[in-house]
């Protein structure tokens, strides 16, 4: 059974900080790459960051220099660290994985709201 359980969503100001957590099971972690993604009202959802297995990140235009994405293989955790925090960034985020090769799996979490007051 796969689980991706996403913590660390919250209330914070404009300027601060937070950091995400996904911790994975039942997927082969160190082959997948893991992502995160945001949902505001009203929008698509979109891409923030992905970590690809070979140690690739990618970042929307958005987030760039103010967002960290990184994993711990051991743990079979992603994090998203997010700094500069501006209203704008007010979403449900929710992380994702993607299997390769032979291990074709596409799952999500449940989601973690992040909130950014002005």
């Known amino acids: 059974q796969v689980q991706l359980v996403e913590s660390g969503g919250g209330l914070v100001q404009a300027g601060g900080s937070l950091r995400l957590s996904c911790a994975a099971s039942?997927?082969?972690?160190?082959?997948?790459?893991m992502g995160w993604y945001r949902q505001a009202p009203g929008k698509q959802r979109e891409l923030v960051a992905v970590?690809?297995?070979?140690?690739?990140?990618n970042y929307a235009d958005s987030v760039k220099g103010r967002f960290t994405i990184f994993r711990d293989n051991a743990k079979n955790t992603v994090y998203l660290q997010m700094n500069s925090l501006k209203p704008e960034d007010t979403a449900v985020y929710y992380c994702?994985?993607?299997?390769?090769?032979?291990?074709?799996?596409?799952?999500w979490g449940q989601g973690t709201q992040v909130t950014v007051s002005s």
């Open positions: 970590s690809t297995s070979g140690g690739n990140t």
């Open positions: 039942g997927i082969i972690f160190s082959i997948s790459a």
């Open positions: 994702n994985t993607k299997g390769a090769g032979i291990f074709n799996y596409d799952y």
